[in-house]
């Protein structure tokens, strides 16, 4: 149980052209996801965390305008990069959020985004 | 703001080796902590979560301890193989009114030589 998907897997755009990621939580309902981004050779960055029904909270210095999240239903969540640029290149992970306390994290695969 | 630090950030070793894979915390007031394995280009594998009631867990060759009030826990690897190589990164979750959060720390990049 507890399965999270992301897709695409990868995808390589141009320069200025928008990019929708998807997470689906498949096995179970989540209130709330997160969005994370992760350079080479570095760790996880929290970007913005998602609520079902309601905007996205995000962290200092992660433009809202560039990344733009929904969170329409309790299964899925998605991230668009707006006018994507190369330095907008990096491996994105989703993570739901189980309900009734636990408090556990569920990572989804990943998407590799690489702009040219 | 919770900041976290593995030591040693690479790790190299023959195989068979036991290892001791540390992670520090600076705010002991979490709800849990994890350790996720991560293979180069791919996702999180979620190897261990201990509750901050708890003192350790085990899965297989893995033991991982926690010492919630000093802000330490380790990752024990026994009979290490070269199938474990990869990054490990330790993240403890920490629980406000805004919500939960997870910080992750650099991680300990391992490599187990055959």
């Known amino acids: 149980g507890a399965v999270v998907s992301q897709h695409p897997s990868r995808v390589i755009c141009k320069s200025g052209t928008s990019v929708k990621i998807e997470c689906r939580s498949l096995?179970?309902?989540?209130?709330?996801m997160f969005w994370y981004r992760q350079f080479p050779k570095q760790s996880l960055m929290l970007m913005a965390t998602s609520n079902e029904g309601s905007k996205a909270t995000y962290e200092q210095g992660v433009e809202k305008d560039k990344f733009l999240i929904n969170h329409a239903s309790l299964t899925l969540s998605t991230l668009t990069v707006t006018s994507a640029h190369p330095e907008d290149s990096s491996f994105y992970i989703c993570?739901?959020?189980?309900?009734?306390?636990?408090?556990?994290?569920?990572f989804g695969p990943g998407t590799r985004l690489t702009v040219l | 703001k919770q900041e976290v630090t593995q030591i040693p950030a690479a790790l190299s070793v023959p195989e068979g080796e036991n290892l001791v894979l540390n992670c520090s915390f600076t705010?002991?007031?979490?709800?849990?902590l994890q350790w996720f394995r991560q293979d180069p280009g791919k996702g999180l594998t979620s190897l261990l979560l201990?509750?901050?009631?708890?003192r350790e867990q085990t899965s297989g060759r893995l033991n991982a301890s926690l010492d919630k009030s000093s802000g330490r826990s380790t990752l024990y690897i026994a009979a290490s193989q070269p199938g474990d190589s990869a990054t490990y990164l330790c993240?403890?979750?920490?629980?406000?009114?805004?919500?939960?959060?997870?910080?992750f720390g650099e991680g300990t990049q391992l490599t187990v030589n055959p």
């Open positions: 096995d179970f309902q989540a209130t709330t």
């Open positions: 993240a403890p979750t920490k629980v406000e009114t805004s919500g939960s959060r997870l910080t």
């Open positions: 993570s739901a959020l189980t309900s009734g306390g636990a408090y556990t994290q569920y």
């Open positions: 201990i509750q901050s009631s708890q």
């Open positions: 705010d002991s007031a979490i709800y849990n």
